[in-house]
């Protein structure tokens, strides 16, 4: 089975525009041909929970600060799919290679 | 049929179940794997469970703050929120509110499938919100026209049907041309849109993004951050005016000071366990709804939470939700100052989301001084409507200290009203 890549969405409670860049990002890692799980959350869950990588938007971004070993995006806005893409398209290409895909 | 009504009467009956098995649909529909649907329903039942938890924790922290005022001061305090009478109330209607979200989906959708408005044509997305939505509707309902079982369902899915067809629609034209007609408001704040407009425009101001605002702004875009931050103060407001004495013989002895700022993170870690149980059904069930509207009704706008807003404008929402928060505060203290026996908190949700949302269409339309009027309007609109639609719902929460508040509940309210009267006429209401 191939491996999964995790990705946590933030938004300020973690149920409202974080579970809208849920969905869009279900449909880039598609794209991509990456197999993900995306978890909706707010600031300070996201950062106890263990990802490959953190989307988030530029407004929570000082929130969430940096996260050991894991990258932390940035969107202007959530409901922007190319604006998303483009931000993950680097991390995402890394984890294809790391995981030889 | 006695393995069909164990069934129905003795397991879904529990409200977590229920839940498990709605979410279960949810996944199914979105023709998840077996693995992740699994997953998805386990995590519902197990959220909801969660949650319940989190109303013994934050009502143990509430009660004790709201006897205190009512032995001391013999008002009757109130706190306008969200999850918190969620949870409450998800106690009581466990099965009936879920129930009537879905009916209230499929409602809205025949709605906006057969309204010919143009700007009818949206689909209400923000979940926590419409759980909220169907929640209040039940209790207006029972109140009004003393509605039980069946009846009530039906009732609260007609009411929130309409409030999700006709609140983005009245968003529509302040959406529009700030959003490029992508996407628009889903909320309890759609009065945020025009306050911040035309009161907002009165003002003409330079942009709140041109000034320098000081970083530690930045600590209130939490939400669990600021209400551990502004609960312990309100505690303690409350315990001075109260004086030690009156603290003492609620609290486990200790020092009262420290006592009424540890209820007060108490009452944050409680919403912020509520939180995270809703959250865990809402990640279950809106991709599903979402799924199903793009297929039924392509080409609608999906109506959202208000922070994809505040993009437009980051400066301009944290102006609102102080000034929100501030003009609340007095509201609070002029109701203490003249007697009034029903006192309205600063809802921290309201100041927090209202305020900030008010603040960036006040910041469009008339800068960082439209800002400011935008929010302090708005906190004036969340505490009447709160005032106005208290008694419909003083029964069933009390004790708790809670409501349900919501600044577009002031459109609603008139309705209720009405049909209060009418429920009063015919000798229905409870």
Redesign the interface.
Same mark, same amino acid.
């Given at each position: 089975m191939a491996k999964k890549m995790k990705i946590v969405t933030v =938004?300020? =409670?973690?149920?409202? $525009?974080s579970?809208?860049a849920? +969905?869009s990002i279900?449909k880039i890692m598609k794209e991509f041909g990456v197999t993900a799980s995306i978890?909706? $959350?707010?600031?300070? +869950?996201a950062k106890g929970y263990p990802s490959d990588l953190v989307v988030t +938007?530029?407004?929570?971004k000082?929130?969430v600060g940096e996260i050991p070993g894991t990258p932390v995006v940035a969107v202007? $806005?959530?409901?922007n799919v190319d604006e998303l893409r483009e931000v993950m398209r680097p991390h995402v290409e890394e984890f294809k290679k790391k995981n030889n895909m | 049929m006695t393995v069909i009504n164990f069934l129905i009467n003795e397991v879904f009956v529990e409200a977590p179940v229920f839940l498990g098995l709605v979410a279960l649909i949810g996944l199914l529909l979105q023709k998840k794997s077996g693995a992740e649907v699994l997953e998805g329903t386990i995590k519902t039942i197990v959220g909801m469970i969660i949650l319940n938890s989190g109303i013994g924790v934050f009502l143990g922290s509430l009660s004790p703050l709201t006897t205190l005022l009512n032995n001391s001061f013999g008002i009757t305090g109130v706190l306008p929120d969200c999850f918190g009478p969620y949870g409450v109330a998800m106690q009581t209607y466990g099965v009936e509110i879920p129930m009537a979200f879905v009916l209230a989906f499929v409602l809205h959708l025949l709605l906006v499938r057969i309204l010919p408005f143009k700007n009818t044509k949206n689909v209400f997305l923000t979940g926590h919100i419409m759980l909220f939505n169907a929640s209040i509707m039940l209790l207006v309902g029972r109140s009004a026209l003393g509605l039980t079982g069946g009846a009530q369902i039906a009732f609260s899915a007609v009411m929130t049907a309409l409030f999700w067809t006709f609140m983005p629609a009245i968003a529509r034209p302040f959406t529009d041309p700030v959003t490029d007609k992508r996407f628009t408001l889903g909320h309890l704040q759609t009065l945020d849109l025009p306050v911040g407009k035309w009161f907002g425009g009165l003002a003409k101001s330079k942009r709140a993004d041109e000034l320098e605002l000081p970083g530690i702004f930045n600590l209130f875009s939490d939400y669990t951050v600021l209400l551990c931050v502004l609960m312990p103060v309100m505690y303690i407001i409350i315990g001075l005016t109260a004086g030690k004495a009156a603290v003492d013989s609620i609290s486990d002895g200790g020092n009262w000071i420290v006592w009424l700022i540890m209820q007060g993170i108490t009452f944050a870690a409680g919403i912020a366990i509520v939180l995270y149980g809703v959250r865990m059904f809402l990640a279950a069930m809106i991709p599903a709804f979402e799924g199903i509207s793009k297929k039924l009704l392509p080409g609608t706008q999906p109506a959202l939470d208000s922070p994809v807003f505040f993009q437009y404008s980051p400066a301009g929402s944290m102006l609102g939700f102080v000034s929100c928060f501030v003009t609340m505060v007095i509201f609070t203290l002029v109701q203490v100052a003249i007697g009034s026996p029903v006192v309205i908190f600063p809802g921290p949700i309201f100041f927090f989301f209202d305020g900030a949302l008010a603040g960036v269409f006040g910041d469009i339309h008339g800068g960082w001084v439209g800002a400011i009027i935008a929010g302090a309007v708005i906190a004036i609109v969340i505490n009447v409507a709160a005032l106005v639609t208290y008694p419909f719902q003083a029964e069933f929460f009390a004790g708790t200290g809670l409501m349900f508040g919501g600044g577009d509940y002031l459109i609603w309210a008139p309705i209720f009203w009405l049909l209060k009267f009418i429920g009063g006429a015919l000798g229905l209401a409870a």
């Open positions: =938004c300020g =409670c973690g149920l409202g $525009s579970l809208m849920k +969905t279900e978890e909706a $959350s707010d600031a300070g +869950t +938007t530029t407004m929570l000082p929130r202007k $806005s959530f409901m | -």
